[in-house]
Nanobody
Framework: GQLVESGGGLVQPGGSLRLSCSASAFSLDYYAIGWFRQAPGKEREGVSCIEGTDGKTYYQDYVKGRFTISRDNAKNTVYLQMNSLKPEDPAVYYC???????????????????WGPGTQVTVSS
């Protein structure tokens, strides 16, 4: 099944956005959900991840302390709260669902071949 990302938009530096990752065809409950981003001309990179088994969360250093990942199983949605957005944060943000290895491996996501449309985040004054 496909994941759908939403919540992107244009914000000023220092602003906030909350991204959502949802699925209509299957339950996200026991999946690890990762957020990734890709800026023009750059490789896709990891942002944050939440494990499916115990909810352990992971953050890349460049978003630690600013972004928070959470899940609402009742809504079958995983969120990425992004605060204090910086000029280097703009990208298309994607989510992915897989086993917990998605979170603790730095390269596993590079082998995924199915991505949703993503949601654009733009930071500009």
């Amino acid at each position: 099944g496909q994941l759908v990302e939403s919540g992107g938009g244009l914000v000023q530096p220092g602003g906030s956005l909350r991204l959502s990752c949802s699925a209509s065809a299957f339950s996200l409950d026991y999946y690890a959900i990762g957020w990734f981003r890709q800026a023009p001309g750059k490789e896709r990179e990891g942002v944050s991840c939440i494990e499916g088994t115990d909810g352990k969360t992971y953050y890349q250093d460049y978003v630690k302390g600013r972004f928070t990942i959470s899940r609402d199983n009742a809504k079958n949605t995983v969120y990425l709260q992004m605060n204090s957005l910086k000029p280097e944060d703009p990208a298309v943000y994607y989510c992915a669902a897989d086993l917990d290895i998605l979170c603790y491996s730095e390269t596993y996501y590079q082998g995924l071949d199915s991505w949703g449309p993503g949601t654009q985040v733009t930071v500009s004054s």
